[in-house]
């Protein structure tokens, strides 16, 4: 009888627990460990956000699809890991803990969202929006929706999108909620009230953590940026990137850019993506030694087969995780943005006040899934005796930004913007380090309708209904 232990009941942490359950026999357990008994689709927050999508949408409850399934919940949040016992400690809603023993154990929290790392950011006490979590998204219509009455009133009001630290992931959301929000405002006859900006740590316009993107388009190779700057020109939005976050006051957010220049925006709505760091979960040796260290680099991320520790300059297609199997106990693995990934794939830079303005690489929902798929058979392999044989690397894996401008399928719109590989890869692509035969971005009807048949195709995937496995991750 084998247990496996999921922490996590999100992309990377279902699509594990939907696999394994699948194939493993029915004396082996498998437990999901996670504070919350729904999941959340979190590409569709963007349209909670400006009020075009109900709260419920999103969201559906785990506890059916795991009784039906045969997958164990234990709703709580794990706070240590004790690997040489081959347990982890969970806290319940009512403080209480527990110990769940494993002999697999999978990583997949997520991220924790540091607002602390700047100070006045975030809806818990401070003056910005955020659309990370669906209370988050929720909290952040209320606040648009007051200004739009504002601006109904015939008053003008400045509106801030963008990234709230300076090393900030998941441009991509920060995005699509720009466009949305556009859009929306066009649909009320108040667009001309608003004056709406974009505020990013990118190192130009267009990066979105990824290094920038190129792709063919009527012969013609385009870069992200070029694509970019021509929306935010037709959608009359405003733009400042190489600038980080620093603290944020009422109506006013105060950043630092690239040359070290200090400076101002003003602001009556913000929706700033704070930084991500690894969920804080200590590990603790027989010895009672705290090892967190040993497990997980600086910001918390568990650390597994990738070539960590190489200057940006250097790391390659080679270095970027493709087991996601922990090098000190081969029985711990991490999927999604959980696992610590080599480096940045946008160039990392300091300023001369040694503010870190660095765009971090993201791990999309897409990335999430096939990791999350990746890990489950890594796990089976062990279970039959062998090293993990799965393998699959951000430098070989597809990604999709999919910025819908609008989720109507009549006359709705998006920016596809979808990439091959996520991590570029040099070696194979020695020109623009990525397929240009797939890479693309367009911008038109088809997406918006991509977009929603994402929502639903994901959804139906995650609940694990008949023929889920032939929905891609
Ligand atoms: C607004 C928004 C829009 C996005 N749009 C896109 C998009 O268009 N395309 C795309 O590819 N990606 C998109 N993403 C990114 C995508 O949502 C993430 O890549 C994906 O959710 C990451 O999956 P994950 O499983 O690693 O983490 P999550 O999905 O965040 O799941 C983490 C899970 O861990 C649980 N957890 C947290 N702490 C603990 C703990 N201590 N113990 C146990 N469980 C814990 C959480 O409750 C949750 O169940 C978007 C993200 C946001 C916020």
Redesign the pocket.
């Known amino acids: 009888m084998t247990r496996v232990v999921i922490?996590?009941?999100?992309?990377?942490?279902?699509t594990a627990a939907l696999y394994l359950r699948k194939e493993l026999g029915k004396d082996d357990t498998v437990t999901v460990?996670?504070?919350?008994s729904y999941?959340?689709y979190?590409?569709s927050?963007?349209w909670v956000?400006v009020g075009r999508m109900s709260e419920d949408r999103p969201i559906f409850d785990l506890e059916p699809v795991y009784k039906r399934h045969g997958i164990q919940f234990k709703k709580?949040?794990?706070?240590e890991v004790y690997p040489d016992q081959q347990e982890v400690m969970?806290e319940k809603e009512n403080g209480e803990t527990e110990r769940v023993p494993y002999d697999y154990l999978v990583n997949?929290?997520?991220?924790?969202l540091n607002f602390e790392g700047t100070p006045g950011l975030g809806p818990h006490g401070g003056y910005t929006q955020s659309?990370?979590t669906i209370g988050h998204?929720k909290q952040c219509r209320d606040a648009y929706l007051e200004q739009i009455q504002r601006m109904e009133k015939g008053e003008q009001v400045n509106i801030v999108i963008g990234t709230g630290h300076g090393m900030s992931t998941?441009q991509?959301?920060a995005l699509?909620?720009i466009t949305n929000l556009h859009r929306d405002l066009l649909r009320r006859k108040v667009r001309d009230k608003a004056k709406i900006m974009w505020l990013s740590n990118e190192p130009r316009l267009g990066d979105l953590g990824v290094g920038g993107i190129s792709a063919r388009s009527r012969g013609y190779i385009m870069d992200s940026e070029t694509f970019a700057k021509s929306l935010y020109a037709e959608q009359d939005i405003y733009y400042q990137t190489q600038s980080a976050v620093t603290g944020v006051e009422q109506g006013k957010i105060h950043w630092e850019n690239y040359e070290g220049e200090q400076g101002e925006t003003e602001f009556d709505f913000a929706m700033l993506?704070p930084q991500f760091k690894g969920?804080?979960?200590r590990y603790v040796d027989a010895e009672g030694n705290d090892i967190t260290g040993k497990m997980t680099n600086p910001l918390g991320f568990t650390l597994v087969d990738g070539g960590y520790g190489k200057p940006w300059g250097e790391i390659n297609d080679k270095d970027w995780p493709s087991t996601y199997q922990s090098p000190v106990y081969k029985n711990i693995f991490a999927?999604?943005?959980?696992f610590a990934p080599p480096g940045s794939i946008s160039k990392p830079f300091v300023n001369k006040n040694g503010t870190n303005i660095t765009s971090v690489a993201?791990?999309?929902?897409?990335?999430?899934g096939i990791t999350?798929k990746i890990v489950a058979y890594n796990i089976l392999d062990m279970i039959q005796g062998k090293e993990p044989t799965h393998r699959e690397a951000l430098s070989g894996m597809p990604?999709?930004?999919?910025?819908s401008i609008d989720k109507s399928t009549w006359n709705g719109s998006a920016a596809t913007i979808i990439m091959y590989p996520v991590a570029p890869n040099f070696r194979r692509y020695p020109e623009y380090g990525r397929d240009l035969n797939i890479t693309s971005m367009e911008i038109g009807l088809a997406g918006a309708w991509m977009k929603r048949l994402?929502h639903t195709g994901f959804i139906y995937k995650m609940k694990g209904l008949p023929g889920w496995t032939m929905i891609p991750e």
């Open positions: 922490l996590g009941a999100g992309f990377a942490g279902q460990v996670a504070p919350f999941f959340t979190y590409p927050l963007v956000g709580g949040w794990a706070r969970m997949a929290t997520g991220p924790y659309i990370c998204a998941c991509g959301a699509e909620y993506i969920r804080p979960i999927a999604g943005i959980a993201p791990r999309t929902g897409m990335a999430s999350g990604g999709a930004c999919i910025a994402l």
